[in-house]
């Protein structure tokens, strides 16, 4: 056939009558034949997801618009009616979604006046404890909690940690629903993961957006410090979106959702369940986070100042400031040196070195590996209580 069409398409301009008519006729035969060829048999499509959802529970719905055998012409291509829905899973965790209003009492040189704000909770636990970010609630007089029922509560703090901007909150309520949390050490980049949120305040519930893992591990900087060991995500998260959830496919609560990158689009960050996790228990039990204190303050090796040094080291921390009544300080470490590791745990930049540091007990003696006068040296180091609030 292609032979014949090319030819049909190159041939003489000037063909007779009949000529024309058999060629008519020829290609008509060619259509018919070609129209009553067998249809292929159909192939079963793997969701554009990757493998099938392990939903661990979790009742998630059946792919939309999935074709079957017999299905009428013009059913929506496999590439989009394999996308599974993901409304079931939505209804499984947004009765443990609440917002918070709050108001914070502001003086003023003439005059008092109250700000409003407004940000999202997560149910931890069904006696009325509750998950959200530290600066929704930070120096709020009064905060108010609205449950998906309609019901409203007046909360307290039960504690806060500004190093994580995470917080916990009580009401007087039972048999709230919950979130349970997963593991989000093995989130790999590129799952996908479901934010909910009090996106803008606004009424009807909370706002779903899906997007996936775009990055981990990221370290940003705030007006209220520097924020360790991310999610970073492309589903959107507005204001109003602090402290919900962060949720993978199985229905497990994987970051709490915490800020935005102003000037920038699809970019979000979520504190990681890991992270999270044991902060919550110790604001529950003690009412705050007790860390550890090595006395110290560093920076990341870069190679511009691996040059400066005169080093050959590309991970580490270069110290640069001390208490001289610290424990690092009394163990000879001095500004200027390199740290590498932790308890023979590396430590390639100032992230990892204080999530590192963080995992040790107050009181416990670790060993430091570092870089002094080019030389590398192991001290013992006695880890200090660090102050409330510093």
């Given at each position: 056939?292609?032979?014949?069409?090319?030819?049909?398409?190159?041939?003489?301009?000037?063909i007779?009558?009949?000529g024309?008519l058999?060629?008519?006729?020829?290609?008509?035969?060619?259509?018919?034949?070609?129209?009553?060829?067998a249809?292929?048999?159909p192939t079963?499509?793997?969701s554009?997801?990757?493998?099938?959802?392990?939903?661990?529970?979790?009742?998630?719905?059946?792919?939309?618009?999935e074709?079957?055998?017999?299905?009428?012409?013009?059913s929506?291509?496999?590439?989009?009616?394999?996308?599974?829905?993901?409304a079931?899973?939505?209804?499984?965790?947004?009765?443990?979604?609440?917002?918070?209003?709050?108001?914070?009492?502001?003086?003023?040189?003439?005059?008092?006046f109250?700000?409003?704000?407004?940000?999202?909770?997560t149910?931890?636990?069904e006696?009325?404890y509750i998950l959200?970010s530290?600066?929704?609630?930070?120096?709020?007089?009064?905060?108010?909690v609205?449950?998906?029922?309609?019901?409203s509560?007046?909360?307290?703090?039960?504690?806060?940690?500004?190093?994580?901007?995470?917080?916990v909150?009580?009401?007087?309520?039972?048999?709230?629903?919950?979130?349970?949390?997963?593991n989000?050490?093995?989130?790999?980049?590129?799952d996908?993961?479901?934010?909910?949120?009090?996106?803008?305040a606004?009424?009807?519930?909370p706002?779903?957006?899906?997007g996936?893992?775009?990055?981990r591990?990221?370290?940003?900087?705030?007006?209220?410090?520097?924020?360790?060991?991310?999610?970073?995500?492309?589903?959107?998260?507005?204001?109003?979106?602090?402290?919900g959830?962060?949720?993978?496919?199985?229905?497990?609560?994987i970051?709490?959702?915490?800020?935005?990158?102003?000037n920038?689009?699809?970019?979000?960050?979520?504190?990681s369940?890991?992270?999270a996790?044991?902060?919550?228990?110790?604001l529950?039990?003690?009412?705050?986070?007790t860390?550890?204190?090595?006395?110290?303050?560093?920076?990341?090796?870069?190679?511009?100042?691996?040059?400066?040094?005169?080093?050959?080291?590309?991970?580490?921390?270069i110290?640069?400031?001390?208490?001289?009544?610290?424990?690092?300080?009394?163990?000879?470490?001095?500004?200027?040196?390199v740290?590498?590791?932790?308890?023979d745990?590396?430590?390639?930049?100032?992230?990892?070195?204080?999530?590192?540091?963080?995992?040790?007990d107050?009181?416990?003696k670790?060993q430091?590996?570092?870089?002094?006068?080019?030389?590398?040296?192991?001290?013992g180091?006695?880890?200090?209580?660090?102050?409330?609030?510093?």
């Amino acid at each position: 056939m292609s032979g014949f069409v090319t030819w049909f398409l190159q041939g003489p301009r000037q063909i007779s009558a009949t000529g024309r008519l058999a060629i008519s006729i020829i290609v008509l035969l060619t259509v018919v034949a070609c129209s009553n060829q067998a249809a292929p048999e159909p192939t079963q499509q793997l969701s554009s997801f990757g493998d099938p959802v392990n939903t661990n529970g979790a009742d998630l719905a059946n792919p939309i618009g999935e074709t079957q055998a017999g299905d009428a012409v013009g059913s929506a291509p496999a590439s989009l009616s394999s996308l599974p829905s993901i409304a079931s899973l939505v209804n499984t965790i947004e009765p443990a979604v609440v917002s918070i209003s709050v108001e914070s009492l502001n003086r003023g040189l003439f005059f008092d006046f109250t700000d409003e704000g407004a940000g999202t909770g997560t149910v931890i636990r069904e006696d009325g404890y509750i998950l959200t970010s530290f600066h929704v609630v930070q120096g709020a007089e009064d905060i108010s909690v609205n449950l998906p029922s309609g019901e409203s509560y007046m909360a307290e703090v039960v504690g806060q940690d500004r190093i994580t901007d995470l917080a916990v909150l009580k009401i007087d309520a039972e048999d709230l629903p919950t979130v349970s949390f997963g593991n989000s050490d093995k989130l790999e980049v590129g799952d996908w993961v479901v934010a909910l949120g009090n996106a803008l305040a606004l009424k009807g519930g909370p706002t779903v957006t899906l997007g996936i893992v775009s990055a981990r591990g990221r370290t940003i900087s705030t007006e209220r410090g520097d924020l360790y060991d991310l999610i970073q995500t492309d589903a959107a998260i507005n204001d109003g979106n602090s402290g919900g959830p962060l949720i993978n496919l199985d229905g497990e609560v994987i970051g709490i959702n915490t800020a935005i990158l102003r000037n920038a689009q699809g970019i979000g960050f979520a504190v990681s369940s890991s992270v999270a996790s044991p902060i919550i228990d110790s604001l529950i039990e003690h009412g705050r986070v007790t860390r550890p204190l090595i006395g110290l303050t560093g920076a990341d090796v870069t190679p511009a100042r691996a040059n400066q040094l005169g080093i050959n080291v590309t991970d580490g921390i270069i110290v640069t400031r001390m208490s001289q009544d610290g424990p690092a300080y009394e163990a000879g470490i001095r500004v200027g040196d390199v740290i590498t590791k932790l308890n023979d745990i590396p430590t390639p930049d100032m992230a990892g070195f204080l999530t590192l540091l963080w995992t040790f007990d107050v009181g416990q003696k670790i060993q430091v590996e570092y870089l002094h006068e080019g030389e590398t040296t192991v001290s013992g180091v006695q880890l200090e209580e660090r102050p409330p609030g510093a």
